[in-house]
């Protein structure tokens, strides 16, 4: 059996500690600047590799508004459609907010 | 005689024409230009008369409430407003007298700022005031950065106007300024919590959720409007707590509802929206009850169904009030939830919360 290997996105890190709201039109660091900039481009690496995932710290920032994280996933499912790959494609870590991931499985299931 | 062909002749009456056409318009021009700077001249001598000499011209003295707060008496602040509102558009100047108050809350103070650097509102006139005679009072309109957001026509009552802190901001595009409610936060984390580690709160993410709000829902009814926002962190000075007041003087967030309602275009609000019952529309968007199952709006609405939810799970966050055209709700953690129906209508959004120190 292979072993996964991880694609790793910190969001604090590699976007930045104040999320913003849902389009860029709204403002800096917006939910679609996100999804468009940093998101894609990885998770299209993984959708193609089998052994890969994407692993998004979500951790370190100021909090997510409720736009911010239902844009990203609601992109997400418009581009790759199949929702339970999707799923399996990521994974979160959420310690300052432990109920986050559960929000995300229910934005892309409801999406 | 001279003879002039047919082509000339046309030429001389279309050229003739069209040059007496232009003298006509640099005419009339001129007339509109010399009538626009008399008409700026009497305004410019009434500003200068009313600011130097208030008593020489006519205008209305609105005295403010010994109790000035929209969170604790929201009826008498809405009149009060709305008195200084019909005075301006009957074209007099106001002199807003504050010094009988004994208690203004920040969410005032806010509103104040707001309302007479709104050109909607004051359009060619002209407003001066004094500060209340409470020393407490005074020292928030001092701290808060009220008088560099002022002109000449607002008198401090002879205050000293170098203030330190800027705590009141204006954002004129309705954008979400994600940085400055960030910046804003940690400095309200440092005095209330003596820390600016960001998982100690939550209120962060209720700012992104106001800004979003005013972004998509003051100018709903006419898009070529544009509201500015404005948010006051007040730390105050003698306690460890500090006062958020997050405004727009929008259409309210009914008033959007009411709209799209109208216009049929979000066909899904017509299951759960009824016009004219806010109390119970405001009940069931706080507890999610108007989640959409339309893919289209997959993901839409939810904002204050979520700084609901924040409020209710933060023990932190207290006096949360919101106030939004003829309704008023407090809510907060471990307490009921109160939403009323205010007499006067309030124009705009105005969020208001406090944030203590968690002793636990």
Redesign the interface.
């Known amino acids: 059996m292979t072993k996964n290997t991880y694609i790793q996105i910190k969001v604090a890190k590699d976007f930045?500690?104040?999320?913003?709201?849902?389009y860029r039109t709204?403002?800096?660091?917006?939910g679609q600047e996100f999804y468009e900039d940093i998101l894609k481009p990885k998770f299209q690496k993984a959708w193609t590799d089998s052994q890969k995932i994407v692993f998004i710290d979500l951790?370190?920032?100021?909090?997510?508004?409720?736009?911010?994280i239902?844009?990203i996933f609601?992109r997400l499912v418009k581009d790759f459609e199949d929702k339970k790959a999707i799923i399996k494609k990521l994974e979160f870590k959420s310690e300052?907010e432990p109920l986050l991931k559960k929000s995300i499985i229910q934005?892309i299931n409801?999406? | 005689m001279k003879y002039i062909s047919s082509e000339r002749k046309r030429y001389l009456i279309t050229y003739s024409t069209r040059k007496h056409r232009h003298e006509l318009q640099r005419k009339e021009i001129r007339k509109q230009l010399k009538y626009k700077n008399l008409l700026k001249k009497i305004q410019a001598r009434k500003v200068g008369k009313f600011i130097s000499d208030t008593n020489s011209v006519k205008h209305e003295t609105c005295l403010a409430p010994s109790i000035f707060s929209f969170t604790q008496d929201p009826d008498t602040a809405i009149s009060y407003f709305q008195k200084s509102r019909k005075a301006l558009d009957g074209n007099l100047p106001v002199f807003f007298d504050l010094t009988q108050v004994t208690y203004m809350g920040p969410e005032t103070l806010t509103y104040l700022c707001a309302f007479v650097k709104e050109d909607k509102i004051i359009k060619n006139n002209v407003v001066k005031g004094n500060v209340p005679n409470d020393p407490i009072i005074k020292q928030m309109f001092k701290k808060s950065g009220f008088y560099d957001l002022m002109s000449s026509g607002f008198s401090s009552n002879n205050e000293s106007k170098d203030v330190d802190n800027k705590l009141i901001y204006k954002k004129t595009q309705e954008?979400?300024?994600?940085?400055l409610?960030?910046d804003v936060?940690k400095s309200a984390m440092e005095h209330t919590f003596g820390t600016s580690d960001?998982?100690h709160?939550?209120f962060?993410?209720i700012l992104?959720?106001c800004?979003?709000n005013t972004?998509n829902h003051a100018n709903y009814a006419d898009r070529s409007e544009t509201y500015s926002w404005w948010l006051l962190a007040y730390k105050e000075p003698s306690t460890k707590i500090t006062k958020f007041c997050f405004l727009d003087l929008g259409i309210g967030i009914f008033g959007s509802l009411e709209y799209k309602y109208k216009e049929h275009k979000l066909n899904e609000l017509l299951k759960w929206f009824k016009p004219n019952k806010n109390k119970e529309t405001l009940g069931k968007i706080f507890k999610g009850q108007r989640r959409t199952s339309t893919?289209e709006l997959?993901?839409?609405g939810?904002?204050l169904?979520?700084i609901y939810s924040l409020v209710k799970k933060d023990k932190t966050i207290k006096n949360f009030t919101l106030i939004s055209n003829d309704i008023i709700a407090r809510i907060g953690y471990n307490a009921d939830d109160k939403i009323d129906k205010i007499k006067n209508g309030f124009i705009g959004t105005l969020y208001y919360w406090e944030i203590i120190p968690n002793h636990d």
């Open positions: 930045g500690v104040y999320p913003g709201a849902r709204d403002g800096p660091f917006s951790d370190g920032t100021f909090g997510y508004a409720s736009s911010f239902s844009e609601i300052d934005i409801e999406a | 954008r979400v300024e994600s940085t409610a960030g936060c960001p998982k709160q939550r962060y993410r992104i959720e800004m979003g972004w893919k997959a993901g839409r939810q904002g169904n979520y």
